[in-house]
């Protein structure tokens, strides 16, 4: 069974962030930074700054739903981004 994976990265250009989920972190990673995403090759490169690992999509869907909520992306500023 495969594991997933909700990852947020941070351009290290600009002041963006992107969140998103995987089953291979680090071929999502090579995937944003070579420009094949269309928002994320507008502010490369990008550096993962938190992941959690999860047992299914379904939660690894409802995880990321959560972060780009205005509770998630509250949370993120004060314990990812330390503002």
Do not use: C
């Not at 990852?7 to 944003?32: F, P």
């Amino acid at each position: 069974m495969p594991m997933y994976w909700i990852y947020v990265l941070k351009s290290l250009n600009a002041e963006k962030s992107y969140v998103g989920i995987t089953d291979n972190i680090h071929r999502r990673l090579n995937q944003h930074n070579a420009g094949k995403h269309s928002y994320t090759k507008r502010y490369l490169p990008w550096k993962v700054v938190y992941y959690e690992q999860v047992d299914s999509r379904i939660e690894a869907r409802a995880r990321e739903k959560y972060f780009k909520s205005s509770a998630g992306r509250k949370w993120m500023r004060y314990n990812i981004f330390g503002k």
